[in-house]
Structures are given as C-alpha cells and as structure tokens.
C-alpha cells in the first residue's frame, strides 16, 4: 500500500479513505441487492411455471401489467392469452380489486353470456366506477333495473316507427351535413382533415337525435365545440382514469373535489344541465298534445308515456340515466369502428376496389334516368343487399375492436361470480371471482379463426356471396346473451349507409406518416385520430363500374 502511495500522483490518506469506505459500504450493499437478485430471480421461475405470469408478493401480477399498458396492452394480453390456452387467473395488488379469471375461450364466453347468465352479473366495482356519470342507467345496471329497461328499450328499438327516424335523422344528417363538411374540406387539397373527429361529431348528433329527440350540432361547417359534447367527451374521459387508479384514492379526490374528480364532478354537471333542459322542455312539449309531439319516438319521449310498477312516472333522474347510457353507448362506437375501417382500406386498396364493384353494382339496379337526376342518396333496400360491405365492416370489427365494460381495468369486459361455479374448459371459479374477456385478442385466436387470423380478410364471412353472421361467442364485438348490443341493426346500417356515401363519392387517402395507434379509452379510439385527404371520385372513375353511357 505504502508502494503504491509512493508512485501514486495521488495523495495517500485521500486514497485510503475511499478505498476503506468502498469496502465497507459497497460490499453490504452489493450482497442485498445479490440477495434480491436471487429472489426475483428464483421467484420469477418458480412463479412462471405455474401462472405464466410472475406474482410478486404485495403487487401480485401487476409489473407485468403495467409492461403492458406501457406498450401495447392489447397485443400484451392476446399473447398472454394464447400463451396460457385461452383462460388464465390475473392476480393484481392485495389491496386491489384487480384480480379474476381471463377468458378467450368461446364454450366459457357462451355459458357466462347466455346458458349461466343469471350466475354472473356486472358486480359492485364496475358499477361504482360508473355510478356518477350513468347513474342507474342500462349499461350500469344488473337484475330488475336493467331488465325493465332492456324490455322498454328493446321493444322501441324493434319497432316500425323508431327505425323510420333512425333511418330518416341518418339521411338528413349525412347528406346535409356530412358530406358539405367533407366536400369543403376536400377543396382544402394540401391539409389533411381528422375523419375520426368528423365521424364522431356525426354519431354523436345521431344518437342525441334517438334518446333526446335534439340534434345538438356537432357536426357542422366550420366544426366548432359544442358545450353539452365537450362535457360528454371529458366526463367519459375522466371515469375512464378511474380504471386505472386505486378505489381508495379516487374515492379519496372525489370526496376533497379535487384533480381529476373535480373535472369530472363538472363535467357531469354539464350533461346534466343539458339533459334536465331537454326534459323540461319536452314535459311542456307533451302537456300541450299537438301533433309534433304526438309523432315523436325518441327514446326519452317513450319512457315519458309510460309509468313504473307503482303507477307513477318515471323521475327525472331516472330519465337523464337512460339518455345519458343510450348516448355513451351509440356515441363513439360506430365512428372509432369507421375510423378503422377507412385505415384498413387504405392498407388494402384492392378490397375498397370490390366494394366500389358491390355499391356501382347495386346502384345499377336503379333506372338510367333516375341515376342522372341528382345525388345518389342510397335506400335502405340498397344498404341491406351490400354484402360485402357488411363483411369487410364486421372484419374490421373481429380486427379491431375493443370495449372497456363492465368492471375492469383493461380493455375487456366483464362480470362477478354471484355463486361458486365451474367454466365448461374446467376452470374453478370461486363466488365473487371478477371474470374478465378480451374482445380483441378473441378476434386474433388462431383456435377461433384458423391460421390467417391476424389478416384483413372480408371473404370470411361470405358464403356464396351471401353475409353469414358468426357466432356471438366467437365474435363478441357485439357481447352475446340476454345482453346482445341492442343498436347492433342500426349500427351496422348506420356504418354501412355512411361508408358506402363516402366511398361512392371520395377516395380517402390516409395521410403520409400518419402515426396509428390505439388509445385507452372506453372505445378503441385511434390516439391520433385518423388524418386523411379526400380525393373526389370523377365520372369517368365511377362510370368504369356502373357501366352507364353520359
Ligand atoms: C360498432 C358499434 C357498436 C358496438 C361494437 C357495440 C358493442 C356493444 C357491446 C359489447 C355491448 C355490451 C356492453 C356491456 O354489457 O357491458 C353493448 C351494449 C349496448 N349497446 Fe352497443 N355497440 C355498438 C353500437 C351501439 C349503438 C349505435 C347503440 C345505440 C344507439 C348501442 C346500444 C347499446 C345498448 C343500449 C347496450 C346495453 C345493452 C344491455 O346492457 O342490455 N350500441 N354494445
């Protein structure tokens, strides 16, 4: 040492006094963090054997969820899922509620939705969750509270005069406002439009247009906010945060009205301000029995005829609930699922080319002169026959859908064990086990869709050139069960008429390095939006498939 501090440049007691607490310090910690090494390391193995997925004691499962939400949570679970055969038990926090049985596995998806649906209810957490902002309404609601409203709503939705204005609010809407905004917006050549955002606007008025009966004005020239959207948009946004934060401590900033709750509390003070105008509005509107009124079949209208078991009309509450879940519900379905239907066609120019074929084909039906006369506005007749419209709709739905519902934290859908059960794969369920679902790694199984799952196929889902519609516990897009989406007839419409009036008019080309990819949210959104540029079809272009002489 004494050598050493002779050659060195160095002072000798400076080097000794590090080189002693080098020793001392670095070597205890170097042998706790070996010692943690070791544990994790010998955890990890050991953990992985049985459950795939490493469970660490305290967090549970969690690090490996949060790996997933950081990257892409949707392809994290697929692979999760097919790793563990298609059902797997999700171990989150102990003082978490995150914990439950996740299933891909269609024979468990049939007995949950449909053969043992009465075992398996949406449960405490994920109606909590949502209790501020949907109150008692459909979505959020189990047994008698749900059932009378499903068969309300169900009968309305069935009926001859509610699909009249869902048809009729869908053609005002598209041919005096979608198109002239889109038309405007194609004449700006250079600067890219976000379709999502447009598409958004235009369901949104059309829902409000069903359970209101009012047509806020979302989508207009000049796509200005409109307050009672904004509030709508920001206390979906808000609820869904609470997914991702501890029980105890949203609970917590509700109850001191602060951060993210205090938007949250405002929000929904916003709809409900919006929505309480609405009933006053429409109560004065019925006292007075005129002829307007006596033809309105908007949602609300409908529930205000009616009574509940004790005789008495519904509350105002209990109205603003049904409104408010029945446009959570039709608001931004449809148009995330178009969003993606429009990228997808951009990736595979060849199957919008058979469409245009299947749209020119149809039109062709119609009389020469008729053709001639003006704008093409298509009939529900028309909408119905476009089958490979509908096929390449419903891949894009099986490709690239996914729904938070029901209580979970992720992108899923869920329900509670009301009593000890056992799944038709073999897995125990132990009363109160959260079951959870993953649409899209469902539409990605290759044991469900065979070895070209993860391609852009419309031809799946033709037979003959006919549609065939697919098992709902395979393709749960829609859910299954007593519980079966009831707009999925006029979702469907609703996306086929609207595609079919932009593609006949536009070619939409995404924009150049347009970044894509999913956001969380309620609804699979694109987190950029979708920036496209509008290239107006000309004659000769679509005189190419109708075949028509000028
Ligand atoms: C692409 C479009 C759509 C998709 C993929 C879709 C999907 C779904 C799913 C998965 C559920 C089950 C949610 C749960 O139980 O937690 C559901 C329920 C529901 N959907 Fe849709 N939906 C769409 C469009 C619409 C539209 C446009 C409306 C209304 C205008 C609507 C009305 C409803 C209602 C009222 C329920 C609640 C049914 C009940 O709980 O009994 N949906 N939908």
Avoid at 215 to 238: I, R
């Amino acid at each position: 040492m004494n050598k050493l501090n002779n050659n060195s440049s160095f002072p000798a007691t400076k080097i000794d006094i590090s080189s002693h607490a080098f020793s001392m310090q670095d070597i205890q910690t170097l042998e706790i963090f070996l010692a943690i090494a070791v544990f994790i390391m010998i955890h990890s193995l050991r953990q992985k054997k049985y459950h795939g997925l490493p469970v660490w004691p305290i967090v549970g499962m969690f690090p490996s969820l949060i790996f997933g939400l950081r990257k892409n949570i949707h392809e994290w679970l697929t692979t999760t899922v097919i790793h563990q055969n298609g059902t797997f038990y999700f171990k989150g926090p102990w003082f978490s509620n995150v914990h439950g049985v996740v299933t891909s596995e269609p024979r468990n998806l049939e007995y949950l939705l449909k053969s043992n649906f009465s075992n398996f209810p949406k449960g405490d957490y994920f109606r909590n969750i949502l209790k501020d902002f949907l109150g008692d309404g459909i979505f959020n609601a189990d047994n008698d509270t749900w059932q009378k409203q499903r068969k309300t709503a169900s009968i309305e939705f069935h009926s001859a005069k509610f699909r009249q204005l869902t048809v009729d609010s869908l053609l005002e809407l598209v041919h005096q406002r979608l198109i002239p905004v889109l038309e405007e917006e194609s004449l700006k050549k250079c600067e890219p439009i976000d379709l999502q955002d447009v598409l958004l606007r235009l369901t949104f008025d059309n829902v409000c247009m069903i359970a209101f009966g009012v047509d806020p004005g979302c989508l207009s020239l000049g796509l200005s906010e409109v307050p009672f959207a904004c509030a709508f948009e920001q206390a979906t946004e808000a609820t869904v945060l609470r997914f991702l934060t501890p029980t105890c401590i949203w609970k917590t900033m509700r109850y001191l009205n602060i951060g993210v709750e205090k938007k949250l509390k405002e929000s929904i003070t916003g709809v409900n301000k919006f929505a309480d105008e609405v009933i006053r509005t429409r109560k004065k509107e019925l006292a007075l029995e005129d002829d307007i009124s006596k033809h309105k079949s908007d949602l609300l209208t409908v529930f205000m005829r009616l009574k509940d078991e004790n005789g008495n009309p519904f509350s105002d509450k209990f109205l603003r609930d049904i409104c408010v879940n029945f446009i959570l519900a039709g608001r931004d379905t449809s148009s995330v699922a178009l969003s993606w239907f429009f990228w997808l066609l951009d990736q595979h120019p060849h199957i919008e080319e058979k469409i245009l074929e299947e749209i020119c084909r149809i039109i062709r039906e119609r009389d020469v002169g008729e053709l001639k006369k003006g704008p093409v506005i298509f009939r529900p007749e028309e909408i119905k026959k476009m089958d490979f419209l509908q096929a390449a709709i419903s891949e894009t739905l099986r490709l690239k859908y996914d729904l938070i519902a029901s209580h979970s934290i992720i992108y899923v859908k869920t329900s509670k064990v009301a009593e000890d059960d056992v799944f038709p794969d073999g897995t125990v369920l132990k009363k109160g086990t959260n079951i959870i679902y993953t649409i899209y790694a469902m539409g990605r199984m290759e044991a469900i869709w065979g070895k070209d799952c993860r391609e852009y196929k419309p031809e799946r889902w033709l037979k003959d050139g006919r549609f065939m519609s697919e098992s709902a516990y395979k393709f749960t897009a829609f859910n299954g069960g007593p519980r079966l989406c009831l707009g999925k007839d006029f979702a469907n419409y609703q996306m086929k008429f609207v595609a079919a009036s932009i593609m006949y008019r536009y070619h939409v080309k995404v924009a150049k390095n347009h970044p894509v990819e999913p956001k969380f949210a309620l609804t699979m959104y694109l987190k950029h939006g979708l920036k496209i540029n509008l290239i107006r079809r000309d004659e000769a272009q679509l005189h190419k498939y109708l075949r028509v002489k000028c």
